[in-house]
């Protein structure tokens, strides 16, 4: 299983990005998918994440600002970032909890990472 993230990259404050996550391979079905980030100097933190039902929670830091969502039929995760300040900048990586079989427990995979800069 691979996770492909895009759509990183410079923005000023107040500016707005949209994130892709594309999970591919031999999948049965995918049950969280959600996004984290690490800023320089500090740990990874989750920022959002959905559930295949469509359920979402998101860190406190971007509540009515980021919003998450998910295409079941292309295994694709989104995060539209609306409101950016330089507090958002960092590493952002996608995460899936991925089932490869109906029996098997949901194993945990990561995508490469997109850097996010917001400066003026």
């Known amino acids: 299983v691979q996770l492909q993230a895009s759509g990183g990259g410079l923005v000023q404050p107040g500016e707005s990005l949209r994130l892709s996550c594309a999970a591919s391979?031999?999948?049965?079905?995918?049950?969280?998918m959600g996004w984290y980030r690490q800023a320089p100097g500090k740990q990874r933190e989750s920022v959002a994440a959905?559930?295949?039902?469509?359920?979402?929670n998101y860190a406190d830091s971007v509540k009515g600002r980021f919003t998450i969502s998910r295409d079941n039929a292309k295994n694709t995760v989104y995060l539209q970032m609306n409101s950016l300040n330089p507090e958002d900048t960092g590493v952002y990586y996608c995460?899936?909890?991925?089932?490869?079989?109906?029996?098997?427990?949901?194993?945990?995979?990561w995508g490469q990472g997109t850097l996010v800069t917001v400066s003026s």
């Open positions: 995460n899936a909890h991925v089932k490869l079989a109906a029996w098997r427990r949901s194993d945990n995979y």
């Open positions: 391979g031999s999948i049965f079905s995918i049950d969280v």
């Open positions: 959905i559930i295949s039902g469509g359920s979402t």
